[in-house]
C-alpha cells in the first residue's frame, strides 16, 4: 500500500535555526503533495502545495522542494510562532495520505 | 472570506446514532470537494473520505468504508458525516476541509474548526 514516511517524528531547534523536515513516498507522485501545520488545538493549516507553491499568507521562510519520492519542507529562520506538528499529504482523483506528522519544538 | 463551520462537540453512548456537519461559505459550494479527516486523541491525520458536492459522488478510504456515511444538501451548502452505530474508538476530532482547488485531486483549504466527538457509556 502507498504510504508516506516523514523524518524525523520531532525536532527540537533554536530560534533563527534553519530547519529541514523530509517526506519519503513508497512510489513516485510527481509534485502532488502538500505540508500543513498544525498548532495545538487547532485545525491543520496549508503551508505549502504541488511540493513548492507557497499557499497565500503563509511567511516565505517556509519552503518546500522536491519531486518523485522525496520532499523537503524547510523553515529558514525558525521563529517561537513555528511550535507545531507538520504533516505531508498526497492526494490523488480517489485517495488522500497523510504521512505521520513531525512535532517541531524550540529548544 | 471562504469559510468552513462545523457543528458543536458532541457527547454520544456506543451504539447510538449520529450526524455532525460542515457548511460552507463564501464559495460557490458545488464547485469544490469536501473531505473529512479524523484525529484520535494525541495522534494524527487520517483521511477518511470525501464527496463532489455536484452530484455527490463519495469516495471512501478502505479504513473507514461501511462504517461512516458522507452526504451532502447542496441547496444549504452543508456537508454531513454520519455514523449508524457509534462505538468507543470513534472518539476523536474530525474535520472538514474543501479542496484548494476545483478538481477532485487537490491539496486542502479551508478546514473547519473541527467537531469533538466523545463516545462513551
Known amino acids: 500500500a502507498f504510504h508516506l514516511t516523514q523524518s524525523p517524528s520531532s525536532l527540537s531547534a533554536s530560534v533563527g535555526d534553519r530547519v529541514s523536515i523530509t517526506c519519503r513516498a513508497s512510489q513516485g507522485i510527481n509534485s502532488d503533495l502538500a505540508w500543513y501545520q498544525q498548532k495545538p488545538g487547532k485545525a491543520p493549516n496549508l503551508l505549502i502545495y504541488d511540493a513548492s507553491r507557497l499557499q497565500s499568507g503563509v511567511p516565505s521562510r517556509f519552503s518546500g522542494s522536491g519531486s518523485g519520492t522525496d520532499f523537503t519542507l524547510t523553515v529558514s529562520s525558525l521563529q517561537p510562532e513555528d511550535i507545531a506538528t507538520y504533516y505531508c499529504q498526497h492526494f490523488n482523483s480517489y485517495s488522500v495520505t497523510f504521512g505521520q506528522g513531525t512535532k517541531l519544538e524550540i529548544k | 472570506e471562504v469559510q468552513l463551520v462545523q457543528s458543536g462537540a458532541e457527547v454520544k453512548e456506543p451504539g447510538e446514532s449520529l450526524r455532525i456537519s460542515c457548511k460552507g461559505s463564501g464559495y460557490t459550494f458545488a464547485n469544490y470537494w469536501i473531505n473529512w479527516v479524523r484525529q484520535m486523541p494525541g495522534k494524527g491525520l487520517e483521511w477518511m473520505g470525501n464527496?463532489?458536492?455536484?452530484?455527490?459522488?463519495?469516495n471512501y478510504s478502505p479504513s473507514f468504508q461501511g462504517h461512516v456515511t458522507i452526504s451532502v444538501d447542496k441547496s444549504n451548502s452543508t456537508a454531513f458525516l454520519q455514523w449508524s452505530s457509534l462505538k468507543a474508538s470513534d472518539t476523536a476530532m474530525y474535520y472538514c476541509?474543501?479542496?484548494?482547488?476545483?478538481?477532485?485531486?487537490?491539496?486542502?483549504?479551508?478546514w473547519g474548526q473541527g467537531t469533538l466527538v466523545t463516545v462513551s457509556s
Open positions: 476541509a474543501r479542496n484548494l482547488d476545483d478538481y477532485s485531486s487537490s491539496s486542502f483549504g479551508p
Open positions: 464527496i463532489d458536492p455536484s452530484d455527490s459522488y463519495t
